[in-house]
């Protein structure tokens, strides 16, 4: 994942979705050790085995799965900035799934009767807080300026490429009806799934190519797919007697592709599973023109047809909506033709009647290119993912679960494991924060969680110009504040660690590098999470008081005084950024107050008469029994499992508030990274048995490719669900900080007695390389 740091404006680019694996699976560089012998002395994990094992491999394109039932969901390939998410034909032929990127947004049209001005003196509710000052909130004022603000700008779908099918002398022929196209033949055949026989689609993991075969109208066809690992290009590359002229068993048709492209705009929070409008050709415009090296050679006549000189060449798509204006690159030996001046589809041939291979290279950007002609080759792209997945798969770390395990549930978790670090790679290792949905389809109208904002307040539901998003919850949630300082911590451990195979100079000069480089960001978060914090004069505390939402979502926020994970988690992060000023050798005004507050923290509510936490101060204590407290994330077993034990957590009541949980919760209600954190605070109190349970637990699941499914609450994917799964396997892997090996048994600080994977139980042989501990 990247992270974009300036001083000054001080901006931060970082996403809660991507918390919880960026966390742990850090690329540690050259995992030390031979080709055959670990750093342990064992046989190396044979990654490439494991990894193409769970190669996802699909025989339908019912977006529905087999039969119509189960999730929507693509085949996807990307690069963490770039995704091209596809159906059997590992393009969009069939169904129209997205292209989705960190750039490609869309601001909206103002609403009717407002203007600019309007947008930029919006203003919100006031709220009274603690001190009992009137503070202004992003929510609560004019509704149609709400609506705007949180659906512009949106995530833009870039397009659509897939299939097509003409006659065989370059015209079209209808399946619907003679409606002429620009050159006044009729429309092209539109590919369906009953045209398609004999399929099978293919993912490989370790190169990220996509590869197709399947007959069409009596013939056989190969697409391979695949995206470059350095630009917002993919390479296509398709394979089959009907891309010659005048080809077809029974009748002359002749294969091509098209490129389409939809109508932005950010009507729905949730945009899943395919975003953009087709329909609505007349609110946007398309041009086509033949560049080379960035200047115009060539336009559309009056038949929609770019004509260019033999061999490879570039066409270039101009697309404008609104204020918005992106472009597509089509680079090879091709022809293209504009379908219908009043639509925005073209179709693509091969430049000679006699080939029986298309190869193109489809680049999207938002600025025009000053040289079209570094675009990459198709094979270029191919020899580019190769590389760039074999570099990820061998040099990160890497968690076999499967090799000498007797318990059968070892080959599920694996292939989780496996998709989901797969995906993250796809979905939140780019320039922005991913939203949940990832690069797969919008959620939060494509908007992601948390961003880079002037100042060190970090908010819930940004856009890329760091604006936030006007509703009560994004305003007043709290918990995501001490994310950053975690981020930090964890990068500097992936220095200091011995698996990194650096020098004792280089760890030092690295070292010092992270501490400088993190420092602007743990003091501005601290700080403001020590103002935050109001002293309680009769009391001698410092307390996070009203109005507040709680990680869970499902309390009155002018009633939520002291909420339980909250006060922990700024515990932790306080004690984290006072340890980074000291590693720095500093000691100032900021360090002394963040130790002020920590150590002044209020004490984590506590029911003396049940001797359970509670999930905040003055709840009533029958809330067990009351399902609107009981049907949301559970983060009372986060006090001890995801976070570490804080300064004043009784471990023992920890362990009887999380089985309280566990009977009491409506657990049919937890979704997504819920589960990986029960299973962290069943570890935790070793209880191995039950982490692995929760990890596999029937509302936990994983579709197919891997895709984490949503549920009724969100769309599918959520990603926080990968994520979750991926820090809570490796720290039941790895183990944490305060339990020590003995003879391939841990124990931990409280006595309890671990197995060398501290979070497996019997039956579990698990091996990992470059994994560090968690906190």
């Known amino acids: 994942m990247a992270d974009h740091i300036v001083l000054g404006a001080f901006r931060i680019q970082f996403s809660f979705v991507f918390l919880l694996s960026f966390t742990t699976l850090v690329v540690l560089g050259d995992v030390p050790g031979t080709a055959e012998t670990s750093v342990e002395g064992k046989a190396r994990i044979d990654r490439e085995a494991i990894v193409r094992r769970f190669n996802p491999v699909r025989r339908h394109s019912s977006p529905l799965g087999q039969g119509g039932e189960g999730e929507v969901t693509p085949l996807q390939i990307g690069n963490g900035d770039f995704a091209f998410n596809t159906d059997i034909t590992s393009l969009q032929t069939i169904h129209p799934f997205n292209i989705l990127s960190s750039w490609g947004w869309k601001e909206d049209a103002y609403p009717v009767g407002r203007t600019k001005e309007d947008i930029e003196q919006y203003q919100g509710a006031t709220w009274p807080n603690q001190h009992g000052m009137q503070v202004p909130y992003d929510f609560g004022g004019p509704p149609d300026l709400e609506a705007y603000l949180r659906g512009s700008p949106n995530r833009a779908n870039l397009g659509r490429i897939g299939l097509v099918v003409l006659d065989g002398d370059g015209s079209s022929t209808s399946q619907d009806g003679d409606e002429p196209t620009a050159n006044g033949d009729v429309k092209p055949i539109e590919i369906r799934p009953e045209n398609i026989h004999n399929a099978t689609q293919t993912l490989d993991l370790w190169s990220g190519i996509l590869t197709s075969r399947f007959e069409l109208f009596g013939e056989d066809v190969v697409v391979r797919a695949a995206v470059d690992m350095g630009s917002d290009t993919v390479g296509i590359s398709v394979e089959s007697k009907l891309l010659l002229q005048g080809s077809g068993k029974g009748r002359k048709r002749r294969l091509g592709l098209f490129i389409d492209f939809p109508w932005n705009e950010g009507r729905e929070k949730f945009a899943a599973p395919f975003v953009g409008y087709w329909n609505e050709t007349e609110k946007h415009i398309t041009s086509l023109s033949f560049v080379s090296g960035g200047s115009s050679s060539g ?356 362990r009887k508030t999380a089985e309280e949980v566990w009977k009491r919760w409506n657990i049919t209600n937890c979704w997504g990274w819920d589960f990986p954190m029960l299973a962290m605070s069943a570890a935790r109190q070793g209880n191995q048995a039950k982490a692995v349970e929760w990890l596999l637990h029937p509302l936990f699941a994983f579709a197919d490719a891997g895709m984490p499914i949503g549920g009724a609450r969100v769309p599918t994917p959520y990603f926080p669900g990968s994520g979750g799964l991926l820090y809570a396997v490796a720290m039941m892997a790895e183990g944490w900080d305060g339990f020590e090996l003995d003879e391939g048994r841990a124990v931990g600080r409280e006595g309890m007695d671990y197995r060398q994977a501290p979070g497996f139980p019997e039956g579990w042989d698990v091996r990992t390389e470059g994994i560090d501990r968690a906190l």
């Open 299 to 654: 336009e559309e006549d009056e038949d929609g047809k770019v004509t260019g000189g033999g061999g490879r060449k570039v066409a270039r798509i101009t697309h404008r909506e609104y204020q918005t204006t992106s472009y597509a690159y089509i680079s090879g030996s091709f022809d293209i033709t504009r379908d219908s001046p009043y639509k925005h589809r073209y179709t693509i041939l091969p430049s000679s009647a006699r080939s029986t291979t298309l190869s193109l290279s489809v680049h999207f950007s938002p600025n025009a290119l000053l040289n079209a002609s570094s675009i990459p080759s198709s094979q270029r792209i191919f020899t580019s993912s190769r590389d760039g997945w074999r570099k990820y798969w061998e040099e990160s770390g890497f968690i076999d679960v499967l090799t000498g395990s007797t318990d059968p549930r070892a080959e599920e978790l694996q292939r989780r494991i496996i998709l989901s670090r797969y995906l993250m790679r796809v979905n939140a290792a780019g320039e922005t924060p991913p939203q949940e949905s990832g690069l797969v389809n919008n959620g939060w109208f494509g908007k992601f969680h948390m961003g880079w904002k002037t100042g060190a307040r970090w908010p819930k539901m940004t856009d890329p110009s760091g604006r936030s998003s006007p509703g009560e919850l994004n305003n007043l949630l709290i918990w995501q504040q001490p994310h950053p300082l975690v981020f930090a911590q964890y990068e500097l451990r992936s220095v200091q660690s011995p698996l990194s195979a650096l020098t004792t100079d280089e760890r030092t000069r690295k070292e010092r590098e992270v501490l400088e480089k993190w420092r602007p960001v743990v003091k501005e978060t601290a700080d403001w999470m020590a103002e935050f914090a109001w002293f309680n004069e009769t009391k001698g505390t410092y307390n996070l008081a009203p109005p507040i939402h709680v990680v869970s979502e499902d309390t009155n926020p002018n009633r939520t005084y002291n909420p339980a994970f909250e006060l922990a988690y700024w515990r932790l992060g306080l004690g984290l950024a006072e340890e980074w000023f000291e590693r720095l050798g500093e000691e100032d005004a900021s360090r002394s107050r963040w130790r002020e507050v920590r150590e002044n923290l209020a004490h984590l509510p506590f029911d003396k008469e049940r001797g359970l936490y509670q999930i905040y101060e003055g709840i009533e204590s029958d809330f067990w029994m009351d399902e609107k407290y009981t049907s949301d994330h559970p983060a009372l077993v986060g006090l001890y499992g995801w976070l570490p034990p804080t300064d004043g957590l009784d471990t023992v009541i920890a």
